[in-house]
Each structure stands twice: as structure tokens, then as C-alpha cells.
């Protein structure tokens, strides 16, 4: 009998859809109610949407379900990115804790204050997160989440097929519009949280002379601005036709090591131009002093990223049963001829057949030890057992 499943059905019924996930998750699982499953549904409609994921938790038997909408699914080795379609996990966690949570934000005097979050105790291994990015801060919740929280936390941002008041969460059988809804493992978990960013980086490493809020003003004590045309004017052209496409910037996590190279960044997107300081605005608050360095997104770096991540994965876990994941919307088909390629590649690298999740508006994970919200990344949550060996090493190809 297998510890976890999977099952994917695209219908124009999303509810006849849910049904048929649901069940082919279940039939690894042979008579066993799962402990925890977890449901992501793509479509068009809010209620339909409600109704499938609703459909779904019903159908699994699970004793604990968290889902979302989303704009695309992930499962049973296959990625649906547009149409109408139901992805369902399932998990048998004996000796495990599973404790689910719906947050919301209310605002004090001081500013506001996020509820719902269970306490939290030694035992308490990784939490999973799925967020309304209308209604819930989640940029905000997850970096303070490193202090108050404590944990390593995945997962992503739910899909609103219709923009605000549109995205629908799931906690058991219970259909929510707002906030944010997420679990926390405890005890025997055997999980390893990991996130793949997929951007390589190009140019100098540079110290940040000048900023202010989330606008660089310099770097190595030359406009910012003006120090990007420079980086630019010196790459090839290949690299410049990536930099036009989709320039991101990289902030070293570790100021004291002695290269900064692939891996060693938060990456976080260039939003724009401040022309009348010649500054770069970015998607984040950097000080003065930090390291950073431009980088590019592509195939080949993200592919060649998502490997290494899982080699390290498999460092921890030479047995792979399972892998939730959370790939950016913006991967996919805009980024790989085969718009499966991250469920496709973890499959065959982690050698495990239950990979699921879902194409998400921001991706939630850890890297260098804290957690973030990520784009263009793939985050996941991998099950497995340390003290297993694996019955060869993986292919390299």
C-alpha cells in the first residue's frame, strides 16, 4: 500500500472533475482515509469553483483538506495551465500532527493584526500556506513569519479568475473568500521545504551605495540607473535580449561568503525606472551595504536550477514518496516547450510518481534559511524517509 496519491480530471464539469480526482487519489491509499489532502481547482466561475473544491473534499475522505483556486494544476505527470481542470494530493501521515488554520486580517490602532494562527510548538516541523493575494499580506506575513512562526513555510498564492473577491480557499468542507488557509506538520513528518528560483545571475557583484525605501539609487557608488546600462552594455547578445525580456535583481543572502554566485541570491524583479534620481525601482527594500547582482531568467537556468535543488532534496531524502508543488504561473509554457517540465523533471530526478500542486501568483518558501515569497520559482514540500536507500542513483540526463 502506497503512503500517498494523486489524481487529475480536466471537465467542463469542474464538480464531475473534482469527483474523478478525488477518487483516483484515493485508490493508492486502498481502504485508508487520508490524513491530510489537499485540492487545487482551475476555472472560470467562483462558485463553481467552491462547489468543485467542496465536491472534492468531500470525495476524498481526508481528515484534513486545504485547497485553492488556481490558474493552472499540476498532477499525475501532467500540468494543466488553461481550461477547467481539478488536481487532488493525498497523504496517509501516521505519527504525524496535522493541524489546520484559516488566518485573517483585521485592522487595530497599531495597524493590523493577523488571527488564526495555531500555537506552535518544538514538535512542529513545516507549515504549508495557500494565500488570497487580495485580501491576505502575504509578502508581509511570510518575512515575519521567520520570527513569529519559526518554521519552514511553502506554498503559494491562490488564482481570482475574476480579479478581487474572486479567489476561493478551502479549509475541510468549507468554502472561504478571504485571508489564508495552510497547515502545520508536526512529529514524524519526514518533509524537506526547498524552492528552485531558475534565474542565473549576470554582471558584477555590486554593493548597494545608496537607497531609498525600495528605490536603488546606487550601486558601487554609480547611479543606479546608469550602472545597469553599463552591465548591459557588457553582456552578450543573448544575454541582453534575456535582460529586455525580464531583468530581475539578486540580494545576497550571505554577505560574508566569499563569491556570490547561482543560488546564493533572493532574487526579487526590477519594477522600474526612477528617472529623476536615475534609481532602480525593485520589488523589495534593500539597505545600504547589501550585495546584489543583476540576473536573467531562462530555460537552461531554470532547468539546470530545478535539478540542483532536487539533488539536494535527495541529499536528505534518498527515498522520495511524494512532492507538493508550487510552480509561478510564469513558468510553464512560458518558459518550457513542455509546459509539465518541473512536475516532468522532479518525477524522474526525486524518482517518486506522486508530484501535485498547482501554477501559482507567488511562490512560498525558504532560502537561506528564511522564508520568502519568490516569483518565476518553483517551491515544494518533499515527503520522505532519511533513513531509506534509494535502489540506485539518479540519472543525470
Not at 524583479?269 to 525593485?282: E, Q
Amino acid at each position: 500500500m502506497a503512503r500517498f496519491g494523486e489524481g487529475l480530471a480536466a471537465d467542463d464539469d469542474l464538480v464531475r472533475a473534482a469527483e474523478a480526482a478525488a477518487v483516483a487519489a484515493r485508490i493508492p491509499l486502498g481502504s485508508h482515509n487520508p490524513d491530510l489532502a489537499m485540492v487545487f481547482v482551475a476555472g472560470d466561475d467562483p462558485e463553481e469553483i467552491a462547489a468543485a473544491l467542496q465536491r472534492a473534499a468531500a470525495a476524498v475522505h481526508a481528515r484534513t483538506v486545504i485547497g485553492c483556486s488556481a490558474s493552472g494544476v499540476i498532477g499525475a505527470g501532467r500540468a494543466v495551465e488553461r481550461g477547467r481542470a481539478v488536481s487532488v494530493w493525498a497523504g496517509l501521515l501516521p505519527r504525524v500532527r496535522v493541524r489546520a488554520f484559516h488566518l485573517e486580517v483585521i485592522r487595530t490602532p497599531q495597524g493590523m493584526a493577523v488571527l488564526g494562527l495555531p500555537p506552535l510548538d518544538f514538535a512542529d516541523s513545516v507549515g504549508i500556506l495557500l494565500a488570497d493575494p487580495y485580501s491576505f499580506p502575504a509578502d508581509g506575513f511570510v518575512e515575519q513569519s521567520n520570527e513569529a512562526f519559526g518554521l519552514p513555510l511553502s506554498g503559494g498564492l491562490a488564482h481570482g479568475p475574476r480579479g478581487p473577491g474572486s479567489t476561493r480557499l478551502l479549509l475541510d468542507r468549507r468554502p472561504i473568500e478571504r485571508g489564508a488557509v495552510g497547515v502545520v506538520l508536526g512529529g514524524d513528518v519526514g518533509a524537506r521545504a526547498a524552492v528552485s528560483q531558475g534565474c542565473r545571475p549576470i554582471g558584477p557583484p555590486m554593493t548597494v551605495t545608496n537607497a531609498s525605501g525600495n528605490v536603488l539609487l546606487e550601486l558601487a557608488g554609480v547611479p543606479a540607473a546608469r550602472k545597469l546600462e553599463q552591465v548591459l552594455a557588457s553582456l552578450s547578445p543573448e544575454d541582453q535580449a534575456l535582460a529586455t525580456a525580464g531583468l530581475q535583481i539578486g540580494v545576497a543572502m550571505d554577505e560574508y561568503a566569499d563569491e556570490h554566485d547561482m543560488g546564493d541570491f533572493l532574487v526579487r524583479g526590477i519594477v522600474g525606472l526612477d528617472a529623476g534620481r536615475s534609481g532602480l525601482v525593485i520589488g523589495d527594500i534593500v539597505s545600504v551595504g547589501r550585495t546584489v547582482r543583476f540576473h536573467v531568467r531562462d530555460a537552461a537556468s531554470a532547468d539546470d536550477d530545478l535539478r540542483a535543488t532536487a539533488k539536494r532534496v535527495q541529499e536528505d531524502f534518498p527515498v522520495v514518496h511524494s512532492v507538493l508543488l508550487f510552480s509561478c504561473n510564469g513558468r510553464g509554457s512560458a518558459m518550457f516547450a513542455d509546459p509539465a517540465h518541473d512536475v516532468t523533471t522532479l518525477r524522474h530526478i526525486l524518482r517518486t510518481d506522486v508530484v501535485s500542486g498547482f501554477f501559482a501568483a507567488g511562490e512560498i518558501g525558504p532560502v537561506g534559511g528564511s522564508n520568502h515569497v519568490h516569483g518565476f520559482s518553483a517551491s515544494m514540500v518533499a515527503f520522505g524517509d532519511p533513513y531509506e536507500e534509494s535502489d540506485g542513483a539518479f540519472d543525470e540526463d
